[in-house]
C-alpha cells in the first residue's frame, strides 16, 4: 500500500438506481441481471442497503411511461416528475447521502434522443435551453450533483452559470465529459426505456467516435 499510485474502497462508489412511476413496483431490468426499477415507495429498501454499507452517493435514473413521452421531453420541467419525488424520498430515508441526478432528454423524449431534433438534426442550443431549465429543477428539488450526460457543446458553463445565477452554489456538476456513441449503453437504455423509442437511428452526431 504504500507505492500504490491508486485506493478504492467505499468511499468511492455511487450506487445507480433506476426509478419507476406506480406503487408497490421492483421490476427486474432483464438486460441486468440482479438490478431493479423501485417505486418510489419502495426505495427504503435500497436506501437501506446503501446507507449500512456506508455509501456516499445515489444517481438516479428514471423510468417515464410513454404517455408522458413527447418530442420535446417536457416531463423533464416538471417539478414533481418521478425524478424530483425520488430526491424528496432519498433525503428523506437518509438526509446524509448524497443524490446526483442525470441531466439529459432521452428518458423523457419520444423518439429516444438526448436532444431535440429540429430539421431532422439534433438542435445542440435549443436543447442547452430545456438541459438549464431540467438541471435547475433537479437541483431546487435537493439534488447534490448535476450529472449532464447528453453531451451537448457548452451546456455545463450554462449550467454553472444558471446555478450560480439562482443561488445553488453548493450545487456540484459531474459532466459526462467523453460519452461513446456505443452498444455498450444498450443495457442502459433498457432500463430508462428509450431503446425501444431510439429504433434503428443512433447517437453518434454527437457522442463520440470509440474507435
Keep these: ?16 438506481i433506476f426509478v419507476c412511476e406506480g406503487k ?18 419502495r426505495l427504503d429498501e435500497i436506501i437501506s442497503r446503501a446507507s449500512k454499507n456506508e455509501i456516499p452517493a445515489v444517481a438516479i435514473f428514471p423510468l417515464i411511461e410513454s404517455s408522458k413521452k413527447n418530442n420535446k421531453g417536457t416531463e423533464a420541467l ?5 425524478v424530483c419525488n425520488a430526491i424528496h424520498q432519498v433525503k428523506k430515508l437518509n438526509k ?12 423523457y423524449t419520444s423518439h429516444g434522443h438526448d436532444g431535440l431534433i429540429i430539421n431532422n438534426e439534433i ?22 450533483i448535476i450529472a449532464p450526460s447528453d453531451m451537448m457543446d457548452g451546456r455545463i ?6 446555478l450560480e445565477k439562482s443561488g445553488n452554489i ?9 460519452k461513446y456513441a456505443s452498444a455498450f449503453y444498450g443495457p442502459f437504455r433498457d432500463a430508462v426505456g428509450s431503446s425501444a423509442n431510439l429504433g434503428k437511428s443512433n447517437k453518434k452526431a454527437y457522442q463520440m467516435d470509440p474507435s
Excluded at 458553463?157 to 444558471?162: F, N, P, Q, V
Design 157 to 162: 458553463g450554462s449550467i454553472r452559470a444558471t
Design 170 to 178: 453548493h450545487t456540484k456538476i459531474m459532466a459526462y465529459s467523453a
Design 123 to 144: 438542435d445542440n442550443d435549443e436543447t442547452n435551453k430545456i438541459l438549464i431549465k431540467q438541471a435547475l429543477i433537479q437541483a431546487q428539488a435537493g439534488c447534490d
Design 1 to 16: 500500500r504504500l507505492i500504490n499510485d491508486t485506493y478504492l474502497d467505499k468511499s468511492d462508489f455511487i450506487l445507480p
Design 96 to 107: 446524509n447521502i448524497g443524490v446526483m441526478c442525470d441531466v439529459a432528454l432521452d428518458p
Design 24 to 41: 408497490n413496483k421492483k421490476q427486474e431490468i432483464k438486460s441486468m441481471p440482479g438490478i431493479f426499477r423501485y417505486s418510489i415507495d
Design 78 to 82: 416538471n417539478k414533481n416528475n418521478v
